[in-house]
Structures are given as C-alpha cells and as structure tokens.
C-alpha cells in the first residue's frame, strides 16, 4: 500500500466490541485474565501494552516501512531509551548541531552514565570516518538539523556507520516519512518526536522508535519501554493516530508555503542568511533534492543588526505566533539562541520558523511588515 492509504488504515480498525470506526480509547490499566490463567486477549497491564499504543506502533512502523516500533511519552523519552539501550563505554557520534536537548542528554545524563559521545559536523564523511572508534557503536543522524536546516547524507552516514559495524540512528522528525525515507536510505533506527508533524495539532507529546529490524537490539529498547514505562497515556496514543492520516497532505502544505517565505527573506535587504535547503543556494540542496521529497516546513533566517533587531521583529509578527516548538497547522517564531541556554552554537540574529498551513501570502505579508 502506498503512504497516503496506510496513513489511514494502520493501526486504525473497526472495533471488533462495537464497530466504531474511530477507536476507542481504553483507560483500563488492568485486562481480565482467562480462568486458565492465560491472557486470550493478548493484554495484561498498560505499562507494558494497551491497544492503543499497539495500534500507534503498528502504524509508526508501517508508516516508516519499519519492522516494529514502540511509543514513548515524549521525543526525548524514544532518544534516551535508545541511547540506554546501548552499554557504559560505547562510544557515539553525533551532530555537533545535533537538537540541543538530545546534546543536552549526550553531555549532563549519559556522559557519567559511561556513554562517550563525539560531536561531529555531519556534512563532513570525513570528519564522521576519523571519529569512529573500535568501541562505536552508534552514529546519529538529524537532517534537516535544528536550527541551521543543515542537509546530512544519510546513505553516506549509513555506510560509514555499517563499515564501523555501528548502527545509523536517524531523527526524522523534521523531515516526516513523507518527505524523507531513511530506511530505503540505510538507517537502522528511526526516531521521531511525535509531538511535531505526526501528532500535528500542537496538542500531544509523544516519540516513537522504530527499527528495521525486530532483532535482539530493537527487544533491548522494548524491555527499557515497559520495564522503565516512559510510555505514552492511551489518549495521547490516540491523539497522534488521529493527526497521522492528513499527515502526507499537510506536509506538502507546510513544505510549499515554507519554500515562498524563504524566497521572500532570501530576498529582502534587512536579512542576512536564510537557512532553507529548498533554495539552490543552500550548501545542502543537492543532497536535499536527493534524499527529500521536498524540503519541509521548517527554515532559519540571520537578520541584519544582531540579537536587539531579531527580538524587534518577532516582536511585531501579528500572523505568526512567538513560541518554541514545530509542526502545527500555525505558524510559529522563536529567537532559539535563548531558548537553548548559554551552552548555545546558535547565531544570536537567528530566527527559527515553523512554517504552518495558513495562506502563504499572510505569512510573508507579516514578516515583510515585522521586518520593515
Ligand atoms: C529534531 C527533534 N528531535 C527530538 C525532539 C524532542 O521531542 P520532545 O520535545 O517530544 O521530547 C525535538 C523537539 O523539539 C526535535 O526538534
């Protein structure tokens, strides 16, 4: 089946008790057992399986062409099972513009863990290849990368990640299995926040894990899910089921609309750079046209005058709103030098947008009057 149908149809059935065709939500933290002892319906207590967390699952790993997945509470939540699924003194590399809470998890809670961790500039193989180690057992892979939009390859990562007898994690958050198909490309693990594009609706906080394989590494990560249990609630499971079947036509929306408003600053006198890799001039767009079906709904821009004249005109938006987070059907501005703390590598004149499913037009009409 193609992504549009199973967008709808996995992990969406009729409900074998009443036929509802939208699911129920079952809170019950607790299933009958059988007089047998046995449990026939497959369920014993929430923590570790509720149907609609089976259900979310069932669909993250059809939609990604994984062989299973598993849900957690939060984005963060999927990249610290992962990163605990690996041993004290495993080495890792990762971006070193790689998002700054997965950086922050690297640094302050598996650093003492025993975890090492090298940060690398992920544009560069070679600089990848001389960070690997006898002890690599991971490479992580964010592109686009937040929030400088830069463009990783990821079948060149996959490769060197395989010839280290490493695994390829990739964040594919931004880009969605809409626009970006990192299996086909190589990787063996995916990671989603599913509080961005796939839940949609900036109403839920969810992540997901899905893996290639459902080998003896992917049964690790399901023993930290139900053991240590940062699962999400069976609402929030169903909160993202319900934003995933639009998620193949919103993403073009945001894609097309995000393609005009870097058009429009890559054009105006008072901004600096734009960070887009639609635009022929990114140093990633080749790479991009490559391995993305289209360039996503998130882009940066450098305005002239520095961190005074960046607060000025997220300031005067009126269309969008000054908020962190992404993947809403609004527009969203954020100074994210200061939302990233001191620790930050981010220019102090950039402005991250999420691009939202509002007309084009408004957009740039409310930047080009908060930038005049
Ligand atoms: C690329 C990326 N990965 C992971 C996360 C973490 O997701 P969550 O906030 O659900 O923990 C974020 C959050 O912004 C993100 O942008």
Known sequence: MRLETLAVHAGHAIDPATGAVTAPIHLSTTFERGADGSYPRGYIYTRTANPNRSALEKCLAALEGGAAAAAFSSGSAATMTLLQALAPGDHVIAPVDVYHGTARLLREVFAPWGLETSFVDMTDPGQIEQAVRTTTRLIWVETPSNPLLKIADIA???DIAHAAKALCACD???????????FELGADLIVHATTKYLGGHGDVLGGGLIAKRDD???QRIRNIQTSGGAVPSPFECWLVLRGVPTLPYRMPGHSENALRVATFLSQHPTVEAVHYPGLKEHPGHEIASR????????LSFQVKGGRKRAFEVAAKVKVFTRATSLGGAESLIEHRASVEGPETRTPDNLLRLSIGLEHADDLIEDL???LT
Do not use: C, H, I
């Open 156 to 158: 060149r990562v996959s």
């Open 291 to 298: 391995q993305m079906k289209q360039p996503g709904g998130m």
């Open 368 to 370: 080009a009057q908060a």
């Open 216 to 218: 003896g590494f992917f």
């Open 172 to 182: 594919n958050t931004w880009a969605t299995p809409v626009l970006q198909r990192p």
